[in-house]
């Protein structure tokens, strides 16, 4: 059973355009996270959701905006895709907030703009 | 702003051999510590993690903490050609919510 799981694997699509990203986790964590990698392995804090309160790294543009419907899911949705937001995007979850909960990453989304 | 840095590497140790990863912290305030394990395009999995100072070791994995020195490093015992990987130290900052801040990874090559 897949205990974060991440939705489309593998995604193209035009400059201007506008997708999403699913996520949902199994674990009944209360915590979840977007994560953007760039192509040189940096993993960057793009959102943190908790309890309803979400945290947004203020370097995020705003045509990034997570969706939360429940606490088992964080989607992402990216208005006018630029060539720049070509990345792999990993959700992830964990128990809470405390210091020593450890994250649990989906298999990634590896986004291509062109 | 909080950083963690890491030497990009690559760090080539042969097999048998211990390789050495270090990561360092600017706040001061971080309050523990996570060493995860990146195979090539997968995602990264946790191997292991430490919030107190001193040594903590989990089979050929030993985590090293010392928080004066806003330092923290991972020995991996008798090297393995698996692995092979990017290693990604992360750090979870203080200040009421727990997000953890990545280093930009090492990558470990293992040659027989």
């Known amino acids: 059973d897949t205990a974060v799981s991440q939705t489309p694997k593998y995604l193209v699509t035009q400059m201007g355009n506008d997708k999403s990203i699913k996520c949902e986790q199994n674990?009944?964590?209360?915590?979840m996270y977007w994560y953007k990698q760039d192509s040189k392995k940096f993993l960057k804090i793009m959102f943190s959701?908790?309890?309803?309160?979400?945290?947004i790294n203020e370097t995020v543009p705003n045509r990034f905006s997570p969706k939360s419907p429940d606490k088992a899911h964080l989607n992402l949705h990216i208005n006018s895709l630029e060539l720049g937001d070509s990345a792999v995007y990993f959700c992830?979850?964990?128990?809470?907030?405390?210091?020593?909960?450890?994250?649990?990453f989906g298999q990634g989304t590896r986004l291509t703009v062109v | 702003q909080k950083e963690v840095e890491q030497n990009s590497g690559p760090l080539s140790v042969p097999e048998g051999a211990i390789a050495s990863l270090n990561c360092t912290y600017s706040d001061r305030g971080s309050q523990s510590f996570f060493w995860y394990r990146q195979y090539s395009g997968k995602s990264p999995e946790l191997i292991m993690f430490?919030?107190?100072?001193g040594d903590k070791e989990d089979g050929r994995f030993t985590a090293q903490l010392n928080k004066a020195s806003q330092y923290v490093s991972l020995l991996i015992r008798d090297s393995q050609p698996s692995d092979s990987a990017t290693y990604l130290c992360?750090?979870?900052?203080?200040?009421?919510?727990?997000?953890?801040?990545f280093g930009r990874g090492t990558s470990l090559i293992v040659h027989p």
């Open positions: 674990l009944g964590h209360d915590t």
């Open positions: 992830a979850s964990s128990p809470g907030t405390g210091a020593n909960t450890e994250a649990f």
């Open positions: 430490i919030y107190s100072n």
């Open positions: 959701y908790n309890n309803k309160e979400l945290i």
């Open positions: 992360a750090v979870f900052t203080s200040g009421g919510s727990y997000i953890p801040t």
